[in-house]
């Protein structure tokens, strides 16, 4: 896959970036980022000599008359520098002299390796990589290529609705030398946070870095509503009467501006909620699932408190966690939906 950083400046070509400008993508894209993006996962059909069925001349018919025991599922796959949009897809290590996968038409499809945990999860299992090539073959996607599923909101990506998202979903309206003033800003930082949140580059970063180290955010500090030092209505004392498990039960089903409200309105719930980690852990199971690390080590479970919540809200990585979740939650109401 040809980088990132150089297809943004390839599609300024009559106006480069300048050199702080660069160093802000450098710091979004770098070599790991890049790696994680590319490594690519083929599922598709086999032939009983173990090569993988591929080419237009794949039916429909014979698409949906492949069982699952011929289906295979080849993660850590690779493309050339600059030919993921023609699809030829290299095998993984160490089998470099094998056929390249072809998936632009024909019995194979491409996803991310990435992508497949958030699959499992978001689904607890009922998504399969195989019954999403079922669903692909279902779409007609063995006879060319499409950007995704019909019927699916793929949100920001998908912007005018090309076929090949850009780079900068945000700035499509911007010309090269707009993009150029931002150099004027000066301070790499500041060019990366536009770039991720203006620009809507959050879209291609991995969703799977999780904040469980604050020094990946700088401050860990929370800043909430201060609590009020009016009296508390009746109905609030009876609220603070209630048992903590109650409690954590009853705000579990909040949203948090919600929780913020409560617990601007005394002291005593101020620190209640802001003292009570448990309450996090509880609100993130049921409403932010796509937030719980994939690590069940203790330390990382017990790091879900109030300041991992505020980082992951401000993660771009788990912006966009959170978008994959919710599209692969669309992707298994249409498969349901098509009785697939």
Request: net charge negative; aromatic share 10%.
């Amino acid at each position: 896959m040809k980088s990132l950083d150089q297809a943004a400046v390839d599609s300024h070509a009559d106006s480069p970036f300048g050199p702080l400008l660069n160093a802000a993508l450098t710091t979004i894209f770098h070599d790991d980022e890049l790696r994680r993006q590319s490594d690519l996962t083929v599922i598709g059909p086999i032939h009983p000599n173990g090569n993988p069925m591929f080419g237009e001349s794949f039916t429909r018919e014979q698409a949906l008359a492949v069982r699952d025991d011929s289906l295979r599922v080849i993660q850590h796959c690779s493309s050339k520098p600059g030919l993921w949009d023609k699809c030829g897809i290299s095998p993984p290590p160490p089998d470099p002299a094998h056929l390249e996968y072809e998936v632009q038409f024909g019995s194979c499809i491409l996803v991310q390796t990435m992508v497949l945990s958030i699959l499992h999860l978001a689904t607890n299992g009922r998504m399969t990589p195989r019954r999403v090539w079922r669903l692909a073959m279902h779409q007609g996607f063995y006879d060319r290529h499409r950007p995704g599923f019909a019927g699916i909101d793929y949100g920001e990506v998908m912007v005018n609705g090309v076929q090949y998202p850009l780079l900068f979903p945000g700035m499509a309206w911007m010309n090269s030398q707009e993009f150029r003033l931002l150099e004027e800003l000066g301070n790499i930082e500041a060019m990366r946070q536009v770039l991720i949140n203006e620009g809507d580059l959050w879209l291609w970063m991995s969703p799977d870095r999780f904040p469980t180290e604050s020094s990946l955010f700088g401050a860990a500090a929370t800043t909430f509503l201060e609590p009020s030092s009016h009296p508390r209505p009746s109905c609030l004392s009876k609220v603070a009467s209630l048992p903590l498990e109650v409690t954590i039960h009853l705000l579990s089903f909040a949203d948090i501006p919600s929780i913020l409200s409560l617990a601007s309105t005394s002291r005593l719930f101020h620190t209640s909620i802001f003292g009570c980690d448990a309450l996090v852990r509880t609100w993130v199971c049921v409403n932010a699932p796509w937030y719980i690390p994939y690590s069940n080590d203790a330390a990382d479970i017990a790091a879900m408190d109030w300041a991992y919540l505020r980082r992951c809200y401000i993660s771009p990585s788990m912006r966009n966690r959170r978008r994959i979740w919710r599209i692969v939650g669309d992707i298994e109401r249409l498969a349901s939906g098509l009785h697939v």
